[in-house]
T-cell receptor, first 112, second 115 residues
Framework: GESVGLHLPTLSVQEGDNSIINCAYS??????FIWYKQESGKGPQFIID?????DKRQGQRVTVLLNKTVKHLSLQIAATQPGDSAVYFC???????????FGKGTKLSVKP | EAGVVQSPRYKIIEKKQPVAFWCNPI?????LYWYLQNLGQGPELLIR????????DSQLPKDRFSAERLKGVDSTLKIQPAELGDSAVYLC?????????????FGPGTRLLVL
């Protein structure tokens, strides 16, 4: 069936280090992928997206990589800061009518 | 620009009682979504509106859940009667369809606890 999953449920990094959060997807028909950040008590916040005709897309301190061969998505955060501490979700447009399917989330903890 | 507004932020009810959640999307966003989010899980779509029309309600448990968006602006999600398993966060989101489904703006959610 359709699913989006995460390899690591928790990730702890030192402030200033780079973070990599991984995600696997199973719906080969998905052609649009998004990373969201969710802080405690708040709704998910859009970080960056990528379409299937791209392998890499960069934003401010964040990079998303897409490997369609192995159906893998990753989010790289450069120079991780305490404010990056949150739960990160990947999502794909593999649902009915192109609706988003969210993964289970990875909790990122940044140690000062 | 005001974000997506939801109320109440928290609700505690006893099982079998009714409950309603309200959402006011970002002005000009004609697509509105209701999601359910369990602890540690990603949001799961319940229903999607395009203006006042529910274009996808396939995941809405219609025996107890209902939703409306009468004037194509704000929306209400209702549960009647609530069950213990309904305890979760109910998120509302809105988007401008010209910008793609990923650019959904989420509200802070309503945290429901059913006792």
């Amino acid at each position: 069936g359709e699913s989006v999953g995460l390899h690591l449920p928790t990730l702890s990094v030192q402030e200033g280090d780079n973070s990599i959060i991984n995600c696997a997807y199973s719906n080969s028909a998905s052609d649009y992928f998004i990373w969201y950040k969710q802080e405690s008590g708040k709704g998910p916040q859009f970080i960056i997206d990528i379409r299937s005709n791209m392998d890499k897309r960069q934003g401010q301190r964040v990079t998303v990589l897409l490997n369609k061969t192995v159906k893998h998505l990753s989010l790289q955060i450069a120079a991780t800061q305490p404010g990056d501490s949150a739960v990160y979700f990947c999502a794909e447009n593999g649902g009915s009518q192109g609706n988003l399917i969210f993964g289970k989330g990875t909790k990122l903890s940044v140690k000062p | 620009e005001a974000g997506v507004v939801q109320s109440p932020r928290y609700k505690i009810i006893e099982k079998k009682q009714p409950v309603a959640f309200w959402c006011n999307p970002i002005s000009g966003h004609n697509t509105l979504y209701w999601y359910l989010q369990n602890l540690g899980q990603g949001p799961e779509l319940l229903i999607r509106y395009e203006n006042e029309e529910a274009v996808d309600d396939s995941q809405l448990p219609k025996d107890r859940f209902s939703a409306e968006r009468l004037k194509g602006v704000d929306s209400t999600l209702k549960i009647q009667p609530a069950e213990l398993g309904d305890s979760a966060v109910y998120l509302c989101a809105s988007s401008d369809p010209t910008r793609g489904p990923g650019t959904q703006y989420f509200g802070p959610g309503t945290r429901l606890l059913v006792l």
